[in-house]
């Protein structure tokens, strides 16, 4: 499944017609496309529907009576026009309007019943879809995020989910309903006046194909308008959010962004302009053959050789029901592009469905007590490449073997792309081993359950993140349980508790988007804090104080002593003073570990560590992998 580079929205589309009637739905060739790369089994999409076929059986029942009862009103008609107002028959009249009422009223009662139906069975489905995708897509490993643009993931949870409501609302129920209707209308027609439906079947085509030129001229232009909207509203969202609106600023491209905005602003008013002018002239024409069929007729009806003595009440009845044709016509004309749209939705989210995890949860974990876990990390033989698929993989990582008794630190050093923060990613199961194992308390962490673990290794890295919330649901992220107690010993130890008690609402306080609201190391000491709540017995330090300043990451350095006593810690920091005291550091280079020892072994040794050392005040030597 090759994921598709154009967020848009997803849905049958339909153009404007004339007088009401629906426009033709022309097929995208993107949707075409779609299918031909991934086709759908119809058997897969049937089964969605499965646990509601009940309700999609009265659906479609729904749809057919009313249908059918709607035929009932053009004799109705004909009765009151034809015999209760000429003959002055006040029952007939009294029974006719009450019975046009009635179908009203009866109609319009099981058009909320369809309406109520079709939309929970649809609104279930896609809960289905949704949840389904949400929770398959969070068990993709990092490397699907990186190489997914972040739009095309929130276009398949919104836009194309959100497209199924169609297949029901609208492609699904339109067969049935258009079918019914125009068998009914026709029906009804030649019941009617057999002449006259003669003389429809002449003159009904021709509109109807110069109908679907019309729309189909229309749609092409609005196909390239909505482009061009699209196009709008990503510079809305690049250049007015807060790192967009920070970048432009800082790249002086205020005018130039600007300019291109109104560029593409102006394009709208050519569009709309072409769009409404779009066939002029046919649609002229078009009104004139609207105008001619019950011009026409009247005409038959009023020869004797074609009127076949046909009463008022019935030519008004029956030109009625012609005018009524053509949109049930014109609806079973799109069903074909509504259905290759309807299974070009469902293609493109059962591509996330199907794709397979890199990093799956075990089938039988270990069961463990991760607040029992002694905490003893081992790599063995560990390698992993990025790109394990190539002909020739590159490893980030090849052939680590390194041992972190409980209790104990190792720190990691080298220079960019040596492999360390992979390394990290490794033991906190961001990434699988291409080969060997990563053992916690001697078991692989393949073996054990994706909360133990998460319960078991806390992670603070140099990214920071936070989410658009209060500080204390960023907190209770990472224990749900936690009490305010717990909240202020956690932010006092990450050295952060006195801006949040200086702040209006606290607590309460909210962060903004990724945390905008807070400098990078007051967003760095509240994580700090969020993972300081999870207790866990073995801790990730990933360049964790890269973002203060000297004199306060000497004071959070104190505040993390105390929390790495007892635990067992990776640390990566590009202030080699930040690791001197580790118990081992581990020297790597080009993913092997070239040397490693304390650091006054290293220092003797005046290898790679040592030169590193007397680089210390160039930090681009030591930044992370």
């Not at 967020?7 to 017609?17: K, N, V």
């Amino acid at each position: 499944m090759t994921a598709t580079t154009e967020t848009r929205g997803a849905g049958p589309r339909s153009s404007g017609g004339t007088r009401g009637i629906p426009g033709p739905a022309k097929i995208d060739p993107r949707d075409r496309a779609q299918l031909d790369e991934s086709p759908v089994s119809m058997r897969r999409v049937v089964a969605l529907f499965r646990p509601h076929r009940r309700t999609v059986a009265i659906v479609t029942a729904t749809v057919v009576l009313i249908s059918v009862i709607s035929m009932a009103s053009p004799f109705l008609l004909r009765a009151v026009i034809d015999d209760a107002l000429p003959h002055q028959n006040v029952s007939l009249l009294l029974w006719a309007v009450g019975g046009m009422l009635a179908v009203t009223v009866i109609t319009s009662l099981l058009g909320v019943v369809q309406t109520w139906l079709t939309t929970a069975v649809g609104q279930r489905v896609m809960h289905g879809l949704r949840t389904d995708v949400f929770r398959h897509l969070q068990r993709q490993s990092i490397a699907f995020f990186t190489r997914t643009r972040s739009g095309e993931v929130q276009s398949r949870l919104t836009n194309d989910i959100s497209g199924v409501q169609s297949v029901i609302t609208s492609t699904a129920t339109s067969i049935a309903s258009n079918v019914t209707t125009a068998i009914a209308t026709i029906v009804a027609m030649v019941a009617l006046s057999p002449r006259l439906s003669l003389l429809s079947l002449f003159v009904i085509p021709p509109a109807i194909w110069m109908t679907r030129r019309v729309a189909l001229l229309r749609r092409d232009i609005t196909s390239t308008l909505q482009r061009r909207l699209a196009d709008l509203q990503s510079q809305v969202e690049e250049g007015l959010s807060v790192s967009g609106a920070t970048l432009i600023k800082t790249l002086g491209a205020g005018p130039a962004t600007a300019d291109r905005f109104t560029a593409i602003s102006g394009d709208l008013i050519d569009l709309e302009l072409r769009s409404q002018l779009a066939g002029r002239w046919r649609l002229a024409t078009m009104q004139i053959i609207f105008a001619a069929i019950p011009a026409l007729i009247y005409l038959a009806a009023g020869f004797p050789a074609t009127s076949g003595g046909m009463t008022i009440g019935t030519l008004i009845a029956f030109t009625t029901l012609q005018a009524g044709i053509f949109r049930p016509l014109m609806g079973l004309l799109n069903v074909g592009a509504q259905w290759v749209t309807s299974m070009a939705l469902f293609s493109r989210i059962f591509g996330y469905l199907d794709l397979p995890v890199d990093v799956a949860p075990p089938a039988h974990p270990v069961a463990v007590d991760p607040d029992r876990m002694r905490g003893d990390v081992r790599f063995e033989s560990v390698r992993f490449s990025y790109e394990p698929d190539a002909a020739e993989p590159r490893f980030a990582v090849d052939d680590v073997t390194l041992e972190v008794p409980a209790g104990t630190t190792l720190a990691l050093v080298g220079e960019t792309g040596s492999g360390k923060s992979t390394l990290a990613g490794l033991l906190s199961r961001l990434h699988d081993p291409s080969s060997g194992r990563v053992t916690i308390d001697g078991i692989d962490l393949r073996d054990l359950a994706p909360e133990d673990l998460a319960r078991i290794v806390g992670v603070v890295s140099q990214d920071t993140y936070l989410v658009h919330a209060s500080i204390l649901d960023n907190l209770l992220l990472a224990a749900p349980e936690a009490g305010e107690p717990e909240l202020w010993q956690a932010l006092e130890a990450a050295q952060v508790s006195e801006l949040v008690t200086g702040l209006p609402d606290q607590l309460d306080t909210l962060v903004g988007a990724r945390g905008h609201r807070f400098s990078g190391g007051e967003k760095q000491r509240l994580a700090i804090a969020r993972t300081l709540l999870r207790n866990p017995r073995v801790l990730i330090l990933d360049e964790a104080t890269s973002a203060l300043d000297n004199e306060t990451e000497r004071e959070l350095q104190t505040a993390i002593d105390r929390l790495m006593a007892g635990r067992t810690t990776l640390t990566i920091a590009h202030r080699l003073s930040t690791i001197r005291a580790a118990e081992q550091i581990a020297v790597l280079g080009e993913g092997h570990v070239v040397e490693l020892g304390h650091h006054d072994e290293l220092m003797v040794q005046a290898g790679r560590y040592a030169r590193l050392s007397a680089a210390r005040s160039e930090p681009s030597a030591l930044t992370a992998a």
